[in-house]
């Protein structure tokens, strides 16, 4: 355990969260978890709107809205008038895709192992448009970047319309080549909306150079924003052609415009993004990445071993970030996600360690995280309840 990226000073930056001491926190990954300075932050802008909630939010939130992302902007490597924010990457897909038009004959594709809200989304509309969603196989377990790619490129056809591709795969927290499928697209006059949920402060990113036709991200993960903050990027060329699914006072302005007012609501997380930024830009961004490869590197290694367990991606940084996934050996075999969930509860109940289970075509696996947060002995501890959870 002393590898240098393991610093004297992590111990110290770990208790600049609140989360619970006695839980072994493996699953960064769902939902997040925000630093203490910029929750405390948050509890006294939210005690200002209370003092004076016209002030707040009529006259001076819009300015603050703009000072923060800028900040966004500067970090995923774009310009802030490109950029709005939402409360989600569920709300900016819903927000894209039922702006657009589609008809029956369209083809809507996604990745197998796409996240299961956008699938659910995209059929929606299509049940509604007459259209078809067509679900591409995702090759897992994977040898190289164009095994994801390749069979997405091989689907586009005279049919396809709309095109949404994760960045990092929920399920799989595999790194999929997104740049080639949006050129891809591109040269074909389809529409592709990048999912990358998971992102911002994970990897380090530079928008313009990829130049999607659409892009969201949560805010809430990686860059350890209060839940509620993401952003959706859209081409400039697009932006007549996007709108909130809710509709407002800032109808007609145009994005992104229009999705700075969609109702009254708590818009403190958006504010408090440029505030997490900070926080994590203090620790140096480039550590930050460097320590959670390396330590997710380490875990999925260590648990891999002690349990007998596989690793179904490639040991190198094109595969995987902060996340990564491993297989569960053969003697534990999820019948389904009930039953995945269940093992994943008593996991929790007996040994405090929160970390999710995985089915995927069939076979089981634990998706491990690494904030900085996170040490190598989380992962140990993990693996040696695994050991006699499995026995």
């Not at 990048?194 to 805010?219: E, I, K, Q, R």
């Not at 389904?336 to 509860?345: H, K, M, S």
Request: proline letters at 7%; one cysteine or more.
């Amino acid at each position: 355990m002393d590898n240098p990226i393991w610093g004297s000073d992590w111990p110290q930056v770990r208790g600049c969260w609140t989360l619970d001491p006695e839980v072994t926190f493996l699953n960064h990954g769902s939902f997040g978890a925000t630093p203490r300075c910029v929750l405390e932050l948050q509890s006294r802008l939210r005690a200002e709107m209370e003092r004076q909630p016209v002030l707040f939010l009529d006259r001076a939130l819009r300015a603050r809205l703009d000072a923060s992302l800028a900040l966004v902007g500067r970090l995923l490597g774009t310009e802030a008038k490109k950029l709005a924010f939402v409360p989600n990457a569920t709300y900016a897909i819903n927000s894209v895709v039922k702006s657009l038009d589609f008809e029956s004959g369209d083809e809507l594709l996604i990745l197998e192992h796409g996240y299961g809200a956008i699938i659910k989304t995209l059929q929606c509309v299509a049940d509604r448009s007459g259209a078809r969603l067509v679900r591409v196989p995702t090759v897992f377990p994977v040898e190289s970047p164009d095994e994801i790619a390749a069979p997405v490129i091989a689907a586009l056809n005279e049919r396809t319309r709309f095109v949404v591709i994760d960045q990092i795969t929920s399920p799989t927290a595999m790194i999929v080549p997104v740049k080639l499928i949006v050129d891809a697209c591109r040269e074909r006059g389809i529409l592709c909306l990048v999912d990358g949920a998971h992102v911002p402060g994970m990897l380090p990113t530079d928008l313009d150079s990829v130049a999607p036709d659409f892009w969201t991200g949560n805010l809430h993960k990686w860059v350890c924003a209060p839940k509620g903050a993401a952003v959706l990027y859209v081409r400039p060329e697009l932006r007549n052609r996007v709108a909130p699914v809710v509709t407002s006072h800032n109808f007609g302005m145009k994005f992104p415009e229009e999705f700075f007012w969609t109702g009254t609501d708590d818009p403190t997380a958006w504010i408090c993004a440029g505030a997490a930024i900070e926080f994590m830009a203090s620790l140096g961004w480039p550590r930050v990445h460097a320590h959670n490869h390396a330590l997710v590197r380490y875990g999925r290694r260590a648990v891999a071993e002690m349990i007998g367990g596989t690793l179904p991606v490639p040991d190198s940084p094109e595969f995987y970030a902060a996340m990564a996934v491993i297989e569960l050996p053969e003697s534990v075999k999820f019948a389904g996600i009930e039953q995945a969930r269940e093992f994943q509860g008593r996991l929790y109940e007996q040994f405090r360690i929160e970390v999710p289970m995985m089915v995927i075509d069939n076979r089981s696996f634990i998706r491990i995280s690494a904030q900085v947060y996170n040490a190598p002995q989380d992962y140990e501890r993990l693996g040696e309840a695994l050991r006699a959870m499995i026995g």
